[in-house]
């Protein structure tokens, strides 16, 4: 089975200054990546020329051939702080701006609207559907951007730290969620969150000026180390919990 | 209420009325998207600049209001090809457009010999004065931009909330862009004559602030700030007609208090 995505010697970065070097990634149908590094490591960085949002520097990223059809098989789901909420549109059109992503040529403006009030329902938020998006709770905004990335029936969803919407409280909510969308698309999720993630993510990458992939979701202390991927770590417990690392003396 | 219909008889009141018209609907349209993208400045800029083209018209003796386009049209692209290629601040290059074309309107004005009649009605406006051709023009500006608006609605409003995830998709971003910041000059510069460069800021921002207090909307917007702007330009037009005072200055102070009387009703009710 070929990848869904295929990342070859891939160079990024902006102004001749590589932020990220050498990746080499593959990911399959039914993938659950987790990518996790330090802020500037350039996670964002490889989302955004997944998204074919900035040119390699060198290196390519190729698409399956079969899926190449569709105008951008990915669904994408920007960071909260990226979202303008003084912007006067509603959860509806939010929703239907998904449509962005199809190609619009093979589909109609009645099939896009079937499309996002049957999602509405499904992520239940048709009630809403008018309201502004500055209205919004974190729970339902999180929820209305998954359902823009879902309209366009992707591959491959990409999330780029959706658990900033809402506190932890309803983080579980989502990732259930993600769970039952894993058996339809490939998952990539970006956090600086390893612990929540490790839990649902099947494989984890970890991102760092370079990326190191883990072809199981354990990760150690060890190979954070050797890696130079300095993270929060977070483990479950019979209370929540932060286990620092130890002093040197 | 006799005298009311005796002014829509004089020929200069029926000019003054189609142009509240056709300003308000630019405006109210072009205004939404300046105030939703957040290009307030920008058009300020833009709006500023194109003083230097009236000052080169007044001084080579052409159309004010060519001049005027051609300066507008260039600060706007130019502020855009700053900001992108030449990596200025965008804040700064707004304003280095903004004063380069005041500065150079103010020196061809000085240079230009004799007096220069019609200066005034180009900075604060006169909507008594609006000429045949001028209605024109902004007639076929109105088709235009609602032309542009209906067909292209959505995608204008996706590339405005997130040009990001529009790029992912492949939408022509800079194109559209540039064809927006393009009809934002020619709103500007064919209203000049209604409000004046010093006050066109406000028929594009303060009938949408109005409109934003009872919808958020992007489509209801465009259509309750054309609304609001007509209410507070034609008031305006009367009151200074009454009243014997500027007309410009009477149409912006008529869209702030409209603003401020409904701002307070949707304060205490």
């Known amino acids: 089975m070929d990848a869904l995505i295929k990342i070859e010697n891939l160079t990024l970065g902006y102004d001749k200054d590589p932020v990220l070097k050498e990746v080499n ?20 960085t490889l989302l955004k020329a997944m998204l074919g949002l900035i040119r390699p520097m060198s290196g390519r990223i190729v ?32 929703v239907r701006s998904g449509s962005l992503m199809q190609n619009i040529v093979r589909v109609t403006s ?31 905004m999180q929820r209305v951007f998954l359902c823009r990335a879902l309209l366009s029936n992707p591959k491959i969803l990409i999330l780029d730290e959706p ?66 991927c300095p993270i929060k770590l977070i483990t479950h417990g019979e209370i929540p919990h932060t286990v620092l690392k130890h002093h040197n003396h | 209420m006799n005298s009311l219909i005796e002014l829509f008889s004089y020929g200069f009141f029926q000019k003054a009325f189609l142009a509240a018209v056709f300003a308000s609907l630019s405006c109210g349209i072009v205004g939404s998207y300046i105030v939703a993208r957040r290009i307030v400045f920008i058009s300020g800029g833009i709006t500023h600049a194109s003083f230097g083209g009236i000052g080169l018209a007044f001084l080579v003796g052409f159309n004010p209001l060519l001049g005027a386009v051609a300066f507008a049209v260039g600060a706007a692209l130019g502020i855009q090809f700053f900001t992108k290629v030449a990596q200025v601040r965008e804040d700064s290059s707004i304003a280095i457009f903004w004063s380069l074309g005041m500065a150079l309107g103010i020196i061809f004005i000085f240079l230009t010999p ?28 109105n088709i235009l931009i609602i032309l542009f608006f209906s067909l292209y609605y959505r995608k204008i409003l996706y590339i405005a909330f997130d040009e990001e995830f529009a790029r992912a998709a492949g939408l022509p971003v800079n194109l559209i862009n540039y064809l927006i910041i393009t009809l934002v000059a020619l709103t500007v510069v064919l209203n000049i004559r209604v409000v004046g460069i010093i006050l066109i800021l ?46 410009g200055a009477t149409i912006i102070f008529t869209l702030i208090l409209i603003f401020g009387l409904l701002r307070l009703y949707k304060h205490f009710f």
């Open chain 2, 114 to 141: 004799g007096y220069t009649p019609n200066l005034m009605s180009y900075l604060f406006g006169n909507i008594l004065t609006v000429t045949v051709s001028e209605l024109l023009w902004m007639f076929i500006l």
């Open chain 1, 163 to 228: 658990d900033t919407f809402v506190d932890n409280r309803f983080e579980g909510e989502l990732y259930e969620k993600l769970k039952t969308l894993n058996q339809q698309m490939a998952i990539v999720l970006v956090s600086h969150d390893v612990g929540t993630i490790s839990s649902y993510v099947k494989t984890i990458a970890c991102v760092n000026g370079f990326l190191y992939y883990h072809a199981n979701n354990i990760i150690t202390q060890e190979q954070l180390d050797s890696y130079n």
């Open chain 1, 25 to 44: 990634l593959e990911i399959f149908e039914n993938d659950f990546l987790g990518v996790i590094g330090p802020n500037g490591g350039g996670k964002t």
């Open chain 1, 110 to 140: 009645a099939e896009i609207k079937m499309r996002t009030e049957e999602l509405l329902h499904e992520m239940g938020i048709y009630n809403i559907r008018h309201k502004a998006i500055g209205d919004l709770s974190g729970g339902q």
């Open chain 2, 202 to 247: 406000s028929l594009l921002t303060i009938p949408q602030a109005t409109a934003n207090l009872f919808t958020k909307d992007f489509r209801n917007l465009l259509i309750l700030s054309s609304a609001f702007a007509f209410l507070g330009t034609i008031s305006g037009l009367f009151i200074s007609y009454f009243l014997d005072i500027p007309s």
């Open chain 1, 63 to 94: 698409f399956r051939k079969d899926i190449n059809t569709q105008k951008k098989p990915i669904g994408y789901l920007p960071q909260v702080k990226h979202i303008d909420r003084n912007f006067p549109i509603t959860v509806y059109e939010v």
